[in-house]
């Protein structure tokens, strides 16, 4: 696996503790309040989630199809950098 395909699956991984938290704030946070908005977020975080248990699947297994050009590697480790700073902005607001 190239090296941007090792960033692009750590960073999903890391996506994940960061869905994990979220999904742990929200949860309780719906107990407690029981809103739709609340609920939203839950189900966000859920479906971001699997979307990101799914990736780190394709980047471990079959050949991948990133595999032959470099420079879609390099764009999935980007877009996987952006979502990981968006869910770290997300969870220290959730936090706060």
């Not at 890391?14 to 999904?23: E, K």
């Not at 309780?28 to 248990?53: I, M």
Request: charged share 10%.
């Amino acid at each position: 696996m190239s090296t941007e395909l090792t960033a692009a699956a750590i960073l999903s991984a890391g996506n994940l503790v960061l869905l994990a938290v979220l999904t742990y704030v929200w949860v309780q946070n719906y107990r407690r309040f029981r809103t739709p908005l609340v609920a939203g977020l839950l189900a966000f975080s859920l479906v971001l989630a699997l979307e990101n248990a799914v990736a780190i699947y394709f980047f471990f297994s079959s050949g991948m199809f990133y595999a032959s050009d470099p420079t879609v590697q390099w764009v999935v480790a980007l877009l996987r950098g952006l979502q990981f700073v968006a869910l770290a902005f997300l969870s220290y607001v959730s936090l706060k």
